[in-house]
């Protein structure tokens, strides 16, 4: 399996951004797909996940309304939409694929966000 992220990058705080996740040698429609991240010096903390056909999302408490995750099956690609961004959104950005329960399968190489205020 592998899991290619992209869009990464410097913004200014406030500014958009949209990160994708490739995926390759898995059937892509049976997995909850998500993201993580970690910021400098502190843990790696849980961002968002989808369901295998985006019928539901769920995402960490602090980041509901900014950021909104979508997938395209026919791609094999997850999206994170990113908005508002702030200087503490800073943090390398990681996709997962979820098995049962939400256990992480597999992670990818992360890509870097580094927000400047």
């Known amino acids: 399996v592998q899991l290619q992220a992209s869009g990464g990058g410097l913004v200014q705080a406030g500014d958009s951004l949209r990160l994708s996740c490739a995926a390759s040698?898995?059937?892509?429609?049976?997995?909850?797909m998500g993201w993580f991240r970690q910021a400098p010096g502190k843990e790696r903390e849980f961002v968002g996940s989808i369901s295998w056909n985006a019928g539901s999302a769920h995402y960490a408490d602090s980041l509901k309304g900014r950021f909104t995750i979508s997938r395209d099956n026919a791609k094999n690609t997850v999206y994170l939409q990113m908005n508002s961004l702030k200087p503490e959104d800073t943090a390398v950005y990681y996709c997962?694929?979820?098995?049962?329960?939400?256990?992480?399968?597999?992670w990818g190489q992360g890509t870097l966000v580094t927000v400047s205020s």
């Open positions: 997962v694929v979820q098995g049962v329960s939400g256990r992480v399968d597999y």
């Open positions: 040698g898995l059937t892509f429609t049976t997995y909850r």
